[in-house]
């Protein structure tokens, strides 16, 4: 769909749900951003309001065809579930209208827009940014204490409970139906189903929560993005997914999102839930984290196969070797 | 009338200087000439190119690593071509015993696959230097 054509149907689609709320009359300054292989993200504004609309470019259909979707939820859902953190001290945008893939928008919905620095190739090094990276683990920590709080009664019925050994079960099925090209993939599941810690009580997971996800300004973290993996796991997996080498970055030597350490992650964690999480748990799901990482990499290859995407999901494709050398990496560590 | 070899003009081009050719409109004319996304994706497209010109360079020494491989963990009549997939369905039936031996081979068909795909991926300087010894040794 070009820009023209999407801003013409949002003229027509917005006011009923922006009237009384947002003054403006129709869409002005639409531009995509770039990044994101499953979505597309907007920046339009409403009037003098600037507004973001993520949107699915194809339809969830094709998506779900594919063994065990790891591709997240529907956008549907992932605004519901926004709305649900909103109801915490997590920052999340707040959303403005939502579309199912009925709507002539197609899938998508449309949320405020949170200033602050979200490429962390910037908010990472930036001296500007020196003071907000020295309280952000701790914040991260406080964050993923708080979305486990959610009531997870209240999630949409798509994000239900499940065991591990379900997901090691889906993971497996995935590894087949991909045909079993990695033998580290292999091994990595294998091994994290011999070092499978016993079953936990499930929380809320972000599920997504990592560095290139946040929102940063002078005071550290702005905004928790995009949580179309949410679903039910133990806390612990959320820790470790911010942790695992892909996402820092290059700061290898910053284990949190190479901006902290582990103490001020845990003790941020500790401070509101009130109970501590253990390393060794954390880093069990650093390991996890780089094999769904290369299951991520594996699912553009197939979609792009499918027709369904431009040359950087096929490219994206080659980075399960990324997560295969962390894997290997990973369990030596532990292994020592 | 002689030929003057030491003057022949070179008319043909290799595989490998079709793609620095490539890479080089990408990066120097199509990139700065787009804008968004296509910008983005040309970007994208100037390294895809890379990763095609270091597979051709590597890939025999991948093929040379799996084949010992081969004859050391799977059957004899596994064929070749096949040997990644042989060994990781292995895997998957747990008809692989995981020694150090085994373990070299993954490592030492990562630093490869990797030289390939993203040969600046940070874990990658750790591992060469973790894995160095451990892979002359071998």
Redo the contacts between chains.
């Keep these: 769909m070009s820009p023209e054509e999407l801003k013409a149907l949002l003229d027509s689609a917005l006011p009923d749900h922006l009237r009384g709320t947002i003054s403006g009359d129709h869409v002005s300054q639409l531009t995509r951003l770039s990044g994101g292989a499953n979505n597309e993200t907007w920046q339009l504004q409403w009037g003098d309001t600037p507004l973001i609309l993520r949107r699915r470019p194809f339809s969830s259909n094709a998506v779900a065809e594919l063994e065990g979707n790891i591709l997240g939820l529907s956008l549907v859902d992932e605004a519901a579930v926004i709305r649900l953190a909103s109801s915490t001290d997590v920052p999340v945008p707040k959303v403005h209208a939502v579309f199912d893939s009925t709507h002539p928008v197609g899938e998508a919905f449309l949320m405020g827009f949170i200033p602050g620095e979200s490429i962390p190739q910037r908010w990472l090094v930036d001296e500007a940014f020196s003071g907000a990276r020295h309280h952000l683990a701790y914040q991260c920590g406080e964050a993923l204490a708080r979305i486990h709080t959610i009531d997870c009664t209240q999630l949409p019925k798509t994000i239900g409970p499940t065991s591990l050994d379900r997901r090691f079960e889906a993971a497996q099925q995935r590894l087949h139906a991909f045909g079993d090209i990695s033998p580290v993939m292999q091994f990595g599941l294998n091994w994290l189903i011999d070092h499978a810690p016993s079953d936990a009580p499930g929380v809320l997971l972000h599920g997504d929560f990592r560095t290139g996800n946040l929102l940063i300004d002078q005071q550290g973290l702005a905004g928790v993005l995009d949580w179309e993996l949410t679903h039910q796991g133990p806390a612990e997996e959320d820790l470790g997914y911010l942790c695992t080498h892909v996402w820092r970055f290059g700061q290898l030597d910053k284990p949190v999102g190479g901006f902290g350490h582990y103490s001020d992650l845990i003790a941020g964690y500790e401070s509101i839930a009130g109970w501590t999480p253990q390393l060794s748990a954390i880093r069990y799901w650093e390991i996890f984290a780089a094999l769904s990482w290369g299951l991520v990499c594996q699912t553009m290859g197939a979609l792009w196969h499918r027709g369904q995407g431009d040359v950087e999901r096929a490219a994206v494709a080659r980075r399960r070797s990324e997560a295969e050398l962390d894997i290997l990496l990973l369990i030596e560590e532990w292994d020592a | 009338m002689t030929r003057d070899t030491d003057a022949t003009i070179r008319s043909d081009v290799s595989s490998a200087e079709l793609l620095a050719a490539v890479t080089q409109f990408l990066k120097e004319r199509a990139v700065p000439a787009l804008t ?2 296509d910008q ?2 040309a970007r ?2 100037a ?2 190119l890379g ?1 095609i010109d270091r597979e051709q360079a590597i890939a025999p020494r991948l093929a040379e690593l799996d084949d010992a491989a081969a004859s050391k963990w799977l059957p004899t009549d596994s064929s070749p071509s096949h040997t ?2 042989d ?3 292995a ?2 039936n ?1 008809k692989i015993t ?1 020694d150090d031996d085994f ?1 070299q081979y ?2 030492a ?3 490869l ?2 030289a ?3 040969p600046r ?4 300087t ?2 060469e230097e ?1 894995w160095r010894g451990a892979l002359e040794d071998d």
């Design positions: 968004g996304r983005f994706n994208v497209a390294n895809v990763i990644a997939v060994i990781a369905r895997l998957a747990r995981i373990i993954l490592k068909r990562q630093l696959v990797t390939i795909n993203n991926y940070p874990s990658r750790i591992a973790r």
